[in-house]
């Protein structure tokens, strides 16, 4: 079995963890709690095999460089970082209906990987740019801060969806089901200063690895540019809070447009707009 077939697979699991925890919280089968926890591990399990698997191939065919320097791999190693810091999430504040709103995020990620139009999979040699020490840590810096952000903007959801539902309709059955909204304002402002951590560190990596490459620490090329936008996003909602106390629907909505700018930032720059950063796309 080779790494895509893996890979494949773990598609499908994560599809499948994700019906499950959407499924336990429309209609309340916690009993398939433990199901659900169990698929997501084998198949970050299964998907870890496939990234060292991909990882071996690439020395077999003489490149011998990490799988993080393309579209396809990045997506995959997107969505194993989201499944991972859910999991994390998962086991820290003992909730599987964050699941929900979290584990679609991994599935689209992986499920784009797999099908998306004009994703190559194949395993090709890095461009010069790209042959340097700093790849491994400024992509893997990035990701988990775009893992952190996508779960943020999953528990921003849940938040208005909950809150929302109380103000027309008062509590329900199925809002019952969610964490208070103080407990979920509170995971989605930890899971914010966690990306934004990593997200620093990205940036600090990528600077230093574009004077190694480039010769330049900042370029103003246009991901540097969204980068630097998505940062300040964050932190003008991280100093908010801080001094000015934010929280409930203004850290929920600040969270669905952030991973928005992060989106913009990963998608955009490579399909959109030209750059020093095209490579990616």
Aim: glycine share 8%; with cysteine.
């Amino acid at each position: 079995m080779n790494s895509s077939q893996l890979l494949g697979i773990t598609t499908f699991a994560y599809l499948a963890a994700a019906v499950l925890y959407v499924a336990i919280f429309v209609f309340r089968a916690r009993k398939l709690g433990l199901v659900a926890s169990a698929v997501t591990v084998v198949a970050l399990l299964i998907q870890t095999a496939g990234l060292g698997l991909r990882w071996s191939e690439s020395y077999q065919i003489g490149y011998g460089h990490a799988p993080l320097s393309n579209m396809y791999e990045s997506l995959v190693f997107f969505a194993w970082c989201i499944a991972a810091f859910y999991l994390f999430l998962e086991w820290k504040f003992k909730n599987r209906l964050i699941g929900a709103f979290a584990m679609p995020f991994a599935f689209v990620s992986m499920a784009y990987a797999s099908f998306g139009w004009g994703i190559n999979q194949e395993i090709a040699p890095l461009i010069p740019a790209l042959q340097s020490n700093w790849l491994i840590a400024h992509v893997i810096t990035c990701f988990i801060g775009y893992a952190a952000f996508a779960v943020a903007s999953g528990l921003g959801i849940m938040y208005l969806f909950k809150a929302n539902h109380e103000e027309r309709a008062g509590d329900s059955s199925l809002l019952a089901t969610l964490p208070q909204l103080r407990v979920i304002d509170d995971v989605t402002y930890k899971s914010i200063v966690f990306g934004f951590l990593w997200l620093s560190a990205g940036i600090i990596t990528g600077a230093i690895w574009a004077n190694s490459a480039w010769g330049t620490y900042w370029s103003w090329d246009p991901k540097e540019t969204w980068s630097l936008i998505t940062w300040f996003l964050y932190a003008g909602a991280l100093h908010a809070r801080f001094v000015r106390g934010w929280g409930g629907k203004r850290i929920a909505w600040i969270a669905i447009i952030g991973f928005v700018s992060v989106v913009f930032t990963y998608f955009g720059v490579n399909y959109i707009l030209s750059g020093l950063h095209s490579y990616a796309g």
